[in-house]
């Protein structure tokens, strides 16, 4: 929203500077995204008095000699294209060096030179509305009024109030606050931070009779006030022929004149916030085929549809609310007019409509149709009930001013439920409590009187009346921000909470993350990834997953981000592939993150169960991820066992494994199918290793470190073993395990070295051992009775020491 | 004969000069042999700086601009990595446990009821547009903020406020809104969380303990500044600011959006089941990314989920 600092001052005495005030405004009221100084937009622009216009023989140009005053120049040449332009009249000049103010600010700002068009020197232009940015008229240049008295060459600022400053502040954060979104609410806000009793300004209000007239409303909630008013324009209302204050105001705001009673309306909505439409009264009788206006406020009926002010014709839904003429819809409420009720230049008599309406209806409204106008914004922070009448005397008032001969008829008001104050008791204690602050009962009162509550002190406890404005007021909390606010969130006093004396307990699930990725990237060398929850069909199809167990995003932002992941392995098989073109070829990738899928359920909560999965996928075989597996287990002190993998889509299942702790599977790991390989585009065996975190939970054994030291020298021998091929490895090392620790007061080691397979039907494992006495030096005789019982446990599994 | 060669002749010599000794008188024998020690003693220093810097002589000069050595293989270290965001992410969690603060998780996946109702967001409120969220065909939500997580943070540690007077728990974890992406908009990005419930909470308090928070991890004294702020959640509401710290190149000048924050708003308080007229809270909560970016004069937001490892590997 765009605020002009002129205006505010108008409503509210400022002392501050500009600056001063803009940052007051920003800690204390609203984010201030931008501020620009029009003075130094509209710089070099001047009040000019054209004194000829000839036409230039074979073009549209004309040759015009402009009074620029004395500095500048009492004939200075313009050629000018506008078919308006005329000798004697007042208009907008560009001087030479100046910047177009439409272009001012923009990347691209275009600055004004002297230049030679048809032969003819022309010394800047004179401009449109659209080039000063004070409009979007382009058919001619801006002609002001002869009644000014300012003498040519005066500067365009001084003219017409441009020596202001713009803020713009940042609507979100006023979502609350209808009555921001009109000057006179900002203003009042602005006295309360300067600590400053606001002077509500007086609104014109309309002499004219008071009818019951005809409204009927579906439901309360729809439309808590609906008014109107009805004028009788005599003759229709003619464009006003001079560019005006109304056209600044309204270019200030962003927005520009339309016509002489749609520019009312809209001055009326960007001083009070309370948005107004006008409908043609007799184009409405005509919709609904009556004699007298008979209004309804209701829900559209699908399939109703309505063709609306811009021509489009929109498919209305239920939540849609319309404005009826004898029940048919002639506008989509809050949002905007129908075409068939649009005021033009034959209008003769007007009805025009101030009312609010539900805005949660208006938001769907908003949503569905994609109507973001300045009058739908404020309606759906939900205008208070107390402000229809008020501005719609006010502005009955001023287009019946307008065109002078106009009169109005009568107008009319119906409350949904009578008008209640919203009451508010709480005390000084309590606003000091939880503000951490020690302000006096008088500050506290004198600082919400300020902004139109009435508070009521009785010792302690205050009776706070919010004005009726304030439909955002509904608990003590919010009299409580209003305080604060106020005086400064920044003024209060630092302090800091009592903490007991205790350790925070920590999570079990946070701590495992952490103690992987320093086991991964740390000790095992491998790259920690962070990749999106959002994947797309094509890439759970390729990695051989069931597409129609992921949760589908129906608003996705693309088919690329159209499900939320099952596993993590599809996405690290993808960043595998694209590192690996990128020249990083041996490297293990892991990520740690959350996926889920329907077949999960749902929990206690009813949403999904989601599980935290480690995902490790690296170029190799089998072994390559069985030598991570080895080391977490090592390093978190758990005991896994591997099992037979059901059939799968993603691993290879005959090389591949599923992962168990205490007989709950807990994750997978090994090749992934050459077939899935393959739709990744990678060259080489790759393998992978999933575990769900989750399950490790609660799992953890006592992780002993084996040492025990010896002052004794160890002793090493290497050990070769035949077996049959499908002898299991651990068999094998259990057997010379139980042989070694037959022996006491021997403490050991044993390290695989190599699986050899020689022959199709045995395979040689080796060994290297180290062994020590806690008690001796070992003797080789003692070396070799060890020996011998290794052999002969071994020899008892059918295995033979070579 | 060279210097060194001159001294260890003059040592030679000097052992003789001992055999003098038996010659004195005993009184004078003390002083005689300190002062032939004193003058061996510099006699070897001479002679070992000399050996010293002859050795020295000998040895080829380095260019110390080269890498690595000649003919020699170059060093190299390993190569694993940790991701810059979970690595901020550790390091905000520990500043708060430090500070009594529980750590726990956000879910990924969630509900209309902890995205909006818990949070005192009313049915079909325009304050809930302001969060574009992505939604399954079930209608579960990727959160959009960690607030989700207050309702579970309130509910799951209600036990504390009996137990330790307080609740004290930040929730960081991953969410998602649907917007364009572009260098500084991610449709997926990392926020924590915080709420604390006590007695006495107020909004002294919240700023204090966001003050310190952001005075530990700049590890500098930083001021602070508010503005109004306007969430459903949180009454008074309030985004926070502190000034640009000397580590992010601040010099005093400028100053960074940090978090949204305020006190807990009484409805949400309720529906956790604790007594607002008894207890009062604050909560805050802010971006992850935008800390690793200005720490690391990160330009695209968008390198943090691409898995590239021409960018990972600076971490």
Redesign the interface.
Known sequence: MLISLNEIKKLVKVDLTDAELVKLIGSRLVEVESVTDLKEKYKKIYLVKVLSAEDIEGTHLHLCKIDAGEELGHSVQVVCGAPNVHAGMLAAWIAPGAIVPATFGTNEPFEIAVRKLHGFESNGMLAAADELALGTDHAGIIELSPDLTAAPGTPLTDVLDLDDKIIEVENKSLTHRPDCFGLIGFAREVAGILGQQFVEPRLPQIDCEAKKGSITIESPDLCPCYSYSVINLENPLAKKPYFDFGDVFLAKAGMHSISPIVDVTNIYMLLTGQPLHAFDYDKFLKVGGTAEPKIGVRLAREPESLTLLDGSNVKLTQHDIVITSNDVPVALAGAMGGELTKIDETTERVILESATFSLCNLRKTQMAHGIFSEAITRFTKGQPAANCEPVLLAATQDIVDVSQRAQAEFYAVHYAAPLAPIVITLTTKEINALLGSSYTPELIIQTLENTGFAVKPAGETLTVTAPAWRTDIHIKEDIIEEVGRLLGFDNLPLNFPLRPFVCPSVDELWTLKEQLRTLLSDRLDANELLTYSFVSKSLQEKAGEDVTDSYKIVNSLSPELECFRQTLVPSLLEKLRENQKAGYKERTLYELNQVTRKSLGLNDEGVPVMETDLGVVMPGDFYAAKAVLLELEKYLGVKFKLSRLETDGTFEPVHAAAIYLNETKVGQIGEIKTGVCRAFKLGETASALELTLDKLLGQKTQRTAKIALSRFPSVSRDLTVRVDADTAFEQVEAAIRAALSQNTGLLYTIEPVSIFRKEETSKNLSFHLEMTSTEKTLESKEISAIIEKITNSLTELGAEVV | MSKLEELKLELKNLGREYAKIKTLDPAERKAFGEKLNAKKQGLLAEIKALEDAAFSEDLPALDFSAPFGENAPKFTY??????P??TEL?IV?EIY?NM??????A?????EF?MFESLNF??????R??YDT?????G?I?PAHTSTMQYRALTRFRGNLEE???I?VVVPG?V?R?E??DATHE??FYQCEGV?V?R??????L???L??FFETYYGQKLN???????FPFT?????FQIEKPAALGGKGDGWLEMCGCG?V??NVLKTAGIDPEVY?GFAWGGGIDRLVMLKYGINDVRY??S????F??EF
Do not use: C
């Not at chain 2, 009313?122 to 304050?127: K, L, Q, S, T, V």
């Not at chain 2, 992505?134 to 079930?138: A, N």
């Not at chain 2, 006495?200 to 308090?205: E, F, I, P």
């Open positions: 390993k190569k694993g990595t940790k991701h965001l979970t550790s969690g446990r009594g603060f529980n750590v726990i998780e879910r990924q996946l969630d509900d902890h009313p049915e079909g409120h325009p304050a547009d302001g992505f939604r399954t065909e079930e579960f990727p330790k007077g307080q004290a991953r998602f649907n364009d992406v449709h997926t604390f006590s006495s909470a107020n909004m002294g308090q700023l204090s303990v003050k310190t602070i500044k508010t503005q109004p702020g306007y009454e008074p509401s309030l985004e006190m708003h009484p009062k943090f989920e898995g590239k490892l021409d990972l590997k």
